[in-house]
């Protein structure tokens, strides 16, 4: 597949430690990934993601590396994971590894060696600063809670974490960091893998060391000489070869997308943005208790399309991921069969008709719901726990707690793949590391295979038409009825051909504009469409 292919690509994203065991000691490993692959072809993507798979103390579950060069043997070894992308090459599948070098795991031996000896030549790979009033360097905080700065009282300064304690930020104006990390992903390139998707890329750049108004935000986002490093790495990696990259974008705006995404720039092929999955936060904050905002998701959705499109970037379009609830409980309905069905064919449908290259997160395409923890015993990622200490500490009670992180945690994405309806889901023989819903005996992929009104066919569908259709690639697209309280619907265009996509959000029938012609070949349709009415939850697409 060419580079210009991989716009009409979709990723499978894999967070290994909950996709597939073979060793049942209940964590994912890189050999129950190759189990798979066959799976992962019938299914029809291109690509695989692969979250972190580096040796990591797994305080952040691997997005805190302490050797890029090692595979953790908790997932298994450099071998399998060579036989992983030979194998995905076998299967036309390509393998994109995630790489994060904003920051590294504290037990990084440049850390360590910079954290022993103030004089050591690393000492300058971090952000090591010394304060006046025994007070941190700058008020900015962690964006897992507290304050972003830990104090080392050996040598009287204070290291930078805008993530966990254990993730200290790497000082990019450095260029011997630069050039250490190009080395590190150029060791990847020759290894043979097809990409990667960069962690909290546009974070690498910190302006001035400030007090901030908004926990420091507005000195390293997007920061003064972002766009310079990533063009630097583009042409000391992965530029001019046939690799996709994707950067993880965090606050970000469209402005600079265009610019990290424009191929004349030199810098990414695609960028993640997260303003769409912002729209039940209550004030911008996460952690409240709060459901969607269906017109601010219409409007923001719409602004990035075409702005995007508009500017000549390439967006990454996608519900889910590794560090968001499952879509078909948070802007869906899970709470029948029937209502968890038809939503989660119909947010598939809406975004995989947009433009952009979409991802499926693991378990997305069987509609996984969020697991509905009872107990913080049950929770396993540092934000989550972080938050619930936090909000307690506040004064919130523990059912409201649990009320939020039910709705908002990054656990709900993280539990074990559903394979089937046996014991443990067919994830592991063993314990698995994080609990899994009892919906398993009815949500699994075994079952999706075999019911052909199943989330996976309509998944499988929707990767065939973006495969055969270019209009989904390179169309443009045209926002309608924006008003409406319903129904998301816009028009893609492209040479003399028009298709209409028509989504209804809500459980109820309900009518479509009188004024609206849906007369067309009918591309995908879910849902009964009749007497000017639209199922709940209904969703077609016609090519006019
Ligand atoms: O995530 C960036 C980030 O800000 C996430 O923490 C996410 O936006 C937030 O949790 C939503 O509330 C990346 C990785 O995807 C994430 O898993 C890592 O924890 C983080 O960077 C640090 O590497």
Redo the contacts with the bound molecule.
């Keep these: 597949m060419s580079q210009s292919d991989w716009r009409k690509s979709v990723v499978y994203q894999i967070y290994p430690k909950s996709f597939n065991d073979t060793t049942g000691n209940g964590e994912g490993d890189l050999k129950g990934i190759i189990e798979k692959l066959d799976y992962l072809q019938y299914l029809g993507i291109d690509y695989i993601w692969l ?1 972190p798979v580096y040796e990591s103390p797994m305080n ?2 691997g ?2 590396i302490s050797n890029y060069y090692k595979i953790n043997e908790k997932f298994g070894t450099i071998e399998d994971l060579e036989t992983l992308v030979t194998e995905a090459h076998k299967r036309n599948l390509k393998v994109m590894m995630d790489i ?1 070098i ?2 590294t795991s504290t037990e990084h031996e440049w850390f360590k060696q910079a954290y022993a000896d103030s004089d050591s030549e690393f000492r300058d790979y971090y952000f090591f600063k010394r304060s006046s009033d025994a007070q941190p360097p700058t008020n900015w905080e962690s ?2 809670g507290g304050n972003a700065w830990k104090y080392d009282e050996k040598t009287d300064a204070y290291y930078l974490h805008l ?2 304690v254990t ?1 200290a930020d790497l000082n990019w104006d450095n260029p011997n960091v630069r050039h250490a990390l190009y080395d590190i992903i150029n060791y990847w390139i020759d290894f043979g893998v097809d990409g990667f998707r960069f ?2 890329i546009n974070l690498i750049s910190k302006g001035e060391f400030k007090n901030s108004e908004k926990i420091g935000k507005e000195f390293y986002t997007d920061g003064p000489r972002v766009h310079e490093y990533l063009h630097e790495m583009n042409e000391h990696t992965f530029g001019g070869k046939d690799l996709m990259t994707v950067g ?1 974008m ?1 606050s970000t705006t469209i402005e600079h997308c265009i610019k990290y995404t424009s191929p004349e720039r030199q810098e990414l092929s695609s960028v993640f943005n ?1 303003h769409h999955l912002k729209v039940d936060y209550v004030n911008g904050e ?1 952690w409240s208790n709060a459901r969607l905002d269906f017109h601010k998701l219409k409007d923001i959705l719409m602004e990035w399309q075409l702005g995007i499109y508009e500017g000549g970037g390439w967006n990454a379009i996608f519900w889910c ?4 609830p499952r879509v078909v409980s948070r802007f869906g309905n899970d709470s029948n069969e029937t209502l968890r069905k038809q939503s989660a064919k119909m947010l598939a449908t809406v975004l995989h008709m947009m433009q952009g290259t979409p991802y499926i997160y693991q378990g997305e395409e069987i509609g996984m719901t969020n697991p509905g923890f009872g107990s913080i015993n049950q929770y396993r990622d540092i ?1 989550s726990l972080n938050a619930f200490n936090n909000m307690k500490r506040v004064g919130y009670d523990e059912d409201e707690i649990l009320t939020i992180l039910g709705q ?1 945690s ?1 656990d709900n994405s993280r539990t074990p793949v559903q394979w089937t309806n046996e014991k443990n889901a067919g994830f592991t023989t063993g314990t698995p590391w994080i609990d899994i819903p009892d919906n398993f005996d009815q949500i699994n992929v075994k079952a999706a295979i075999e019911d052909n009104y199943s989330v996976l066919h309509t998944y499988r569908d929707l990767i065939r038409l973006r495969h055969e259709y270019d209009i989904i690639t390179y169309g443009s697209i045209e926002p309608l009825y924006m008003e409406d309280d319903e129904l998301f619907i816009y028009k893609r265009h492209y040479k003399d051909e028009t298709w209409l996509v028509v989504a209804n959000f809500s459980k109820e029938r309900v009518s479509i504009p009188k004024d609206l012609d849906i007369e067309g070949q009918v591309m995908i349709q879910h849902g009964n469409i009749s007497d000017g009415l639209i199922d709940g939850f209904g969703t077609i697409v016609v090519a006019q």
């Design positions: 979250t952040d579950n997005y805190d994060v904003n920051h964006k897992f993530f966990d993730q962690d909290v993880e965090s997260f996460k991921n590794h560090d968001q934000e908002k990054r």
